[in-house]
């Protein structure tokens, strides 16, 4: 796959993948991984949701893509590609892109952190954070959640319509943790929107340790 992911990794994910099996009565057969017939031009390659958002952040960040915008992105991926909510995902990859490159352009004053737990491996330590709020997005996201890999300094932000309690704990869950698996230690500070039973309750269902920093006194 133009030496993003290998073929025989998108077979084997292809045959654990719902979507893949449901869609695979009617689309064409190559060397057992499937792939989308379409009136003219190459086949589309069915991409496994569990390998989506690693070929989207490949393309978006390659070098010749230059960061390409949501329109630019959505065409090369349609050309060569095939999922549900393709157009919908890329949009989010890309608007989320945008917002963490603001962050950094920005002055942003942090609260001091304390001692920070130590994190000896990936996925030891993460913390997650709410950004302020933004100008709502076509699709009614105002807010960042953002994600930090203490060891291997990997970002991440997922786009939010609000930072209530229940809207926090589907995001890390279903979209972070999906993606780079559940971590051991999740640091943040004492909002509500992380203090509340959902997310104490989640960690302990995933064998999380929920941890805090220390509150902010200026």
């Known amino acids: 796959m133009e030496g993003q992911v290998k073929r025989s990794e998108v077979k084997s994910e292809q045959e654990l993948d719902v979507f893949c099996r449901k869609v695979k009565e009617g689309l064409s057969q190559r060397k057992d991984y499937m792939v989308l017939p379409i009136p003219e031009g190459t086949p589309r390659l069915v991409i496994p949701e569990t390998m989506v958002g690693r070929l989207i952040r490949d393309h978006h960040d390659a070098k010749h893509a230059a960061h390409a915008g949501v329109k630019k992105l959505q065409h090369w991926m349609c050309k060569k590609y095939y999922w549900s909510n393709l157009h919908r995902d890329v949009e989010d990859y890309v608007l989320s892109c945008d917002q ?119």
Do not use: W
Request: proline share 8%.
């Open 100 to 218: 963490r490159a603001r962050l950094k352009a920005g002055r942003v004053t942090t609260a001091p952190m304390g001692n920070l737990p130590e994190a000896r491996g990936p996925r030891e330590v993460v913390s997650i954070d709410i950004t302020r709020p933004y100008a709502t997005s076509r699709r009614g996201n105002r807010y960042l959640l953002t994600y930090i890999d203490h060891f291997t300094k990997r970002a991440e932000a997922v786009p939010l319509p609000d930072q209530e309690a229940m809207t926090v704990a589907s995001a890390p869950a279903m979209q972070i943790f999906r993606r780079h698996g559940v971590c051991d230690k999740l640091l943040s500070d004492q909002g509500r929107n992380f203090t509340s039973d959902l997310i104490r309750e989640i960690c302990r269902l995933l064998g999380v340790d929920k941890i805090f920093t220390s509150p902010y006194r200026p």
